[in-house]
C-alpha cells in the first residue's frame, strides 16, 4: 500500500516562493512517475505538474509554467515542488500523487492511484 505524506504549504504574500514536499512509503519509488495536483474551493482538482521515473521528463500546466519546478530525489523517496512569483489565484489545497506503476508520465487523474492528504497554500495580495 503507497503512502504519500505532502506538507510546505501555508500562507505567503503574493510574490513569495513556497517549497511543497511529498513523502513517499509503501512502493519502490523509482517505479512510478510521480505529479501535483491542487482543488481551489468550488472548483475542481487540476493538474499542476509531472515528473517522470527517473526525472527525464516533466510536465506542467500552462498556469505554473515558468513559475514552479517539479523535481525528486529516488533515494530519498522524495518529491518536491518549488513555488516561485506565488499569485493570489494558485491558493488551493495541492496533494501528491503516484502514477500507476511503469505508466508513462501523465496529466490525467485516472492514471495515479494514490494521493497525499494534500496541503494549503493560500496567497494573499
Known amino acids: 500500500q503507497v503512502q504519500l505524506v505532502d506538507s510546505g504549504g501555508g500562507l505567503v504574500q503574493a510574490g513569495d516562493s513556497l517549497r511543497l514536499s511529498c513523502a513517499a512509503s509503501g512502493r519502490t519509488f523509482s517505479v512510478s512517475a510521480m505529479g501535483w495536483f491542487r482543488q481551489a474551493p468550488g472548483k475542481e482538482r487540476e493538474f499542476v505538474a509531472a515528473?517522470?521515473?527517473?526525472?527525464?521528463?516533466?510536465l506542467y500546466a500552462d498556469s505554473v509554467k515558468g513559475r514552479f519546478t517539479i523535481s525528486r530525489d529516488n533515494a530519498k523517496n522524495t518529491l518536491w515542488l518549488q513555488m516561485n512569483s506565488l499569485k493570489p489565484e494558485d491558493t488551493a489545497v495541492y496533494y501528491c500523487?503516484?502514477?500507476?506503476?511503469?505508466?508513462?508520465?501523465?496529466?490525467?487523474?485516472?492514471?495515479?492511484?494514490?494521493w497525499g492528504q494534500g496541503t494549503q497554500v493560500t496567497v494573499s495580495s
Open positions: 500523487a503516484t502514477q500507476k506503476p511503469l505508466t508513462a508520465i501523465s496529466s490525467t487523474p485516472s492514471l495515479y492511484d494514490a
Open positions: 515528473i517522470s521515473r527517473f526525472s527525464s521528463r516533466t
